[in-house]
T-cell receptor
Framework: NAGVMQNPRHLVRRRGQEARLRCSPMKGHSHVYWYRQLPEEGLKFMVY????????ESGMPKERFSAEFPKEGPSILRIQQVVRGDSAAYFC?????????????FGQGTRLTVV | ELKVEQNPLFLSMQEGKNYTIYCNYS?????LYWYRQDPGKSLESLFVLLSNGAVKQEGRLMASLDTKARLSTLHITAAVHDLSATYFC?????????????FGPGTRLSVLP
């Protein structure tokens, strides 16, 4: 059973370009979470999705950022017109449910560098 | 707004010594998680603490949770070099267990031979 798969692992974009980050949850998991980690900091929650629904996007910047988790295929975090401040590691986590004893598992992350 | 603090932020210790990392949080919660992160890697789940007084141990690490004090500790016994990593605590901020985590800033641990 493969873990949470993220790709690409490393992504370099020029300012103004678009970045697309993909996350395939663990098999059987229908809940996906995206977090951002700036250098030397902890992770910050961005968005929580279930299949075809955004449940909590309280941590998403209001502009340029969007996320989806379609019925088929991976979850996508999309950043339009990237700026240097978007450079960070973006982690995806997935869980089977949301019960009290449910645990989320993290992917390896995508390290975005904006030049 | 939930805030999570850790101390120390940096810890350098010799092999064989004991030490404790502290995690304080600002609002009531009884769901706290500890993770380990190696440089350039993802987060590895260490402990899930789901009730007041919960204590869990794995190898040289032991974690506890005091929800009344809003405090969790991660105790390291007889440290070894392999424990060098950054340790994060995270508190679940969601009301319905949606796992909206608020992470502490991390404690970077270096165990010296």
């Amino acid at each position: 059973n493969a873990g949470v798969m993220q790709n690409p692992r490393h992504l370099v974009r020029r300012r103004g370009q678009e970045a697309r980050l993909r996350c395939s949850p663990m098999k059987g998991h229908s809940h996906v979470y995206w977090y951002r980690q700036l250098p030397e900091e902890g992770l910050k929650f961005m968005v929580y999705l279930q299949k075809e629904n955004i449940i909590d996007e309280s941590g998403m910047p209001k502009e340029r950022f969007s996320a989806e988790f379609p019925k088929e295929g991976p979850s996508i975090l999309r950043i339009q017109q990237v700026v240097r401040g978007d450079s960070a590691a973006y982690f995806c986590a997935s869980s089977q449910g949301i019960g009290r004893n449910t645990e989320a598992f993290f992917g390896q992350g995508t390290r975005l560098t904006v030049v | 707004e939930l805030k999570v603090e850790q101390n120390p932020l940096f810890l350098s210790m010799q092999e064989g010594k004991n030490y404790t990392i502290y995690c304080n949080y600002s609002t009531t919660s009884d769901r706290l998680y500890w993770y380990r992160q190696d440089p350039g890697k993802s987060l590895e789940s260490l402990f899930v603490l789901l009730s007041n007084g919960a204590v869990k141990q794995e190898g040289r690490l032991m974690a506890s949770l005091d929800t009344k004090a809003r405090l969790s500790t991660l105790h390291i016994t007889a440290a070894v070099h392999d424990l060098s990593a950054t340790y994060f605590c995270a508190v679940d901020n969601s009301e319905d267990y949606g796992q909206n985590f608020v992470f502490g800033p991390g404690t970077r641990l270096s165990v010296l031979p």
